[in-house]
């Protein structure tokens, strides 16, 4: 099933569309071809010049161009059904079907707790001295830290996880390849810190 997930992101179809399809994928086992029948059938009753273009594309798409794209950007594609994936994750409406991660995935392991930590780009100086306090607190329990990796308080809380010596996880609404803003994101070092 991952790799017809794979294959149906990268055609363009969204996390919704394919929420839809998920009973009839699941019948027809991942098998592509099956797919892409049912991919026919589906235009028959909805045409729509967008999915005509994405049903194209996912006939054009080989597997084993997307994976070896991946795994040359060292990014591991998670699906929705891997032991790694979040169980907390899958109780969002609509969770991603798949994850692409990169650094250590051990780290899914030990995510028994977790705090989500966000907030302004633009922060004030009384967030550094808040998340300061919070974490001298925060250490001394087995907490990994989930937050984006956008400049402000999500750079300053994945750098406290860091000096504290805890877990942390970021996450990127873009994409691996492209980063909005473009300026975006903690400094090299702790990115380099967080993949590890």
């Known amino acids: ?52 273009q994405k049903i194209r594309c996912f006939r054009s798409l080989k597997i084993d161009t997307i994976e070896s794209d991946l795994k040359r950007h060292c990014i591991t594609p998670l699906a929705i059904h891997d032991p790694l994936y979040p169980s907390q994750l899958k109780e969002i409406h609509d969770p991603p079907f798949v994850l692409f991660c990169k650094g250590n995935l051990q780290t899914f392991k030990a995510m028994k707790h977790t705090l989500a930590i966000v907030g302004a780009r633009r922060c004030t100086d009384y967030t ?26 999500d750079a300053l809380a994945h750098q406290f996880a860091l000096d504290y010596h805890m877990h942390t996880v970021g996450v990127l ?16 070092r702790s990115k380099t810190s967080i993949l590890q």
Request: with cysteine; hydrophobic share 40%; net charge positive.
């Open 1 to 52: 099933m991952k790799q017809l997930f794979l294959l149906l992101l990268y055609a363009g179809f969204t996390t919704q569309q394919i929420q839809k399809m998920y009973p009839i994928l699941l019948t027809l086992k991942g098998n592509i071809d099956d797919v892409s029948n049912y991919l026919n059938e589906m235009l028959k009753i909805t045409p729509s010049q967008t999915i005509v």
């Open 173 to 188: 609404g873009f994409g691996h390849h492209r980063h909005y803003p473009v300026h975006f994101s903690c400094d090299k």
């Open 128 to 153: 550094p001295q808040a998340l300061s306090y919070l974490f001298k607190d925060l250490r001394e329990y087995p907490l990994t830290i989930i937050s984006g990796l956008a400049y402000g308080t």
